[in-house]
């Protein structure tokens, strides 16, 4: 099903940029003006424009199309996943500067954008960590949340899912109460934004299941708490009694989710609760930018976390890095100078908060001029950061 979506897009743009290509005064290359005149999507212009270089041939565009819409189509139904995914990679932390240009790449969903570039601008961090990115995202849902709970009505609802619906129907005036979106877009949406208690509603409609193509209009009555009262005949409870009346075909979602597979009481383990498919996770229509992150965070994560177990009895944060890390530390941080250096280290130790640290660091780094994109200094502050956050 998510396939589907994808690649008719991926195939859709690329005969666009086929016809451009073919009328193009330089054979084989295309410029920015001929993007911003062409009928690609706004979303696949605007990545485009901050990606690619001034003129583009043939190849590169085959590369960022696909590159766009699998952004784009992850990025519309799974907002903060996508983010801190597609903004830490596998590192811990980034500059502010690389955050902010990869931020610009999402033209949507500006609640989020604006609130960690507003973090940034307020805070001038030396890096973002991934633990700071996510409060900020975790603090708008919840305001998301607070905004759905108070005078909901139709127009709220259908702002809410509206980048949902124009996966399918791709403008606005296209979209009606009639129209119509799978139901594991709406599932994963809402809990991409810990709204498991509106997705739960969704449970009440008979026969819901990931394939279900449920429209607005009934979106609207579930979420105003209307569909059962209206329409009884739909209704279905499901408790552990209830007998599965189909076998839920096992569907692809979105790499990391935690969706919980929970056999029904005294049936066959094969047989699954309505609503609460198995997921077969199928990874091929999804960027390899994404795919590596995530396929490299649970190696990464276990060989953090063992160097945290084994450090967190020591008093001294040099004992976090080895003799190889410490070398270049000493080097590219503190200038040679080991007095300096196991003067901040000896500091470092006595601090309780990344916030203590991050500023120690902030001015050491301004003294000494480090240059913070080093990939050295990333992981003298990556574990420096997961540190501190095991500590707090």
Not at 108 to 129: E, L, Q, R, V, W
């Amino acid at each position: 099903m998510f396939e589907k979506f994808v690649l008719e897009k991926i195939t859709k743009e690329n005969e666009i940029i086929g016809k451009i290509v073919d009328a193009a005064s330089m054979e084989g290359m295309i410029t920015k003006t001929e993007i911003v005149n062409s009928r690609l999507s706004d979303f696949t212009k605007n990545y485009l424009f901050n990606e690619a270089s001034d003129k583009i041939n043939q190849d590169e565009f085959d590369t960022k199309i696909e590159k766009s819409n699998k952004l784009y189509f992850n990025y519309t139904i799974r907002p903060k996943w996508t983010m801190l995914t597609f903004l830490f990679n596998n590192f811990e932390s980034r500059p502010p500067n690389e955050i902010i240009r990869k931020l610009d790449l999402f033209p949507f969903y500006t609640f989020y954008i604006d609130s960690i570039k507003n973090f940034i601008s307020d805070n001038s961090p030396i890096f973002c960590t991934k633990g700071e990115i996510t409060s900020i995202i975790d603090r708008t849902n919840k305001a998301i949340e607070s905004r759905l709970s108070e005078d909901i009505n139709h127009p709220k609802i259908k702002n809410f899912f509206l980048q949902v619906f124009k996966l399918k129907y791709e403008s606005e005036d296209k979209i009606n109460l009639e129209s119509t979106i799978p139901y594991s877009f709406v599932k994963i949406f809402l809990e991409d934004k810990s709204l498991e208690n509106i997705e739960k509603k969704f449970h009440s409609v008979k026969g819901i299941n990931d394939e279900y193509e449920i429209n607005l209009k009934d979106i609207i009555k579930v979420m105003t708490d209307k569909y059962a009262a209206k329409e009884p005949e739909d209704v279905k409870i499901i408790t552990p009694e209830v007998k599965a009346e189909v076998i839920i075909k096992a569907q692809a979602e979105l790499p990391g989710s935690k969706t919980p597979e929970k056999p029904i009481a005294n049936e066959s383990k094969n047989i699954k609760k309505p609503g609460v498919p198995k997921i077969t996770e199928k990874k091929e229509i999804y960027s390899s930018d994404l795919i590596k992150a995530d396929e490299r965070k649970k190696s990464q994560d276990t060989e953090v976390k063992n160097v945290i177990d084994q450090v967190n009895l020591k008093y001294n944060v040099k004992d976090l890095f080895n003799d190889k890390l410490l070398e270049k530390i000493s080097v590219k941080v503190y200038n040679s100078d080991l007095i300096y250096r196991d003067k901040s280290f000896g500091k470092l130790s006595n601090y309780k908060t990344w916030f203590e640290a991050s500023n120690h660091l902030k001015e050491i780094f301004k003294i000494n001029s480090v240059e913070i994109y080093n990939k050295d200094v990333i992981s003298f502050v990556d574990i420096l950061n997961d540190y501190y956050r095991n500590k707090e």
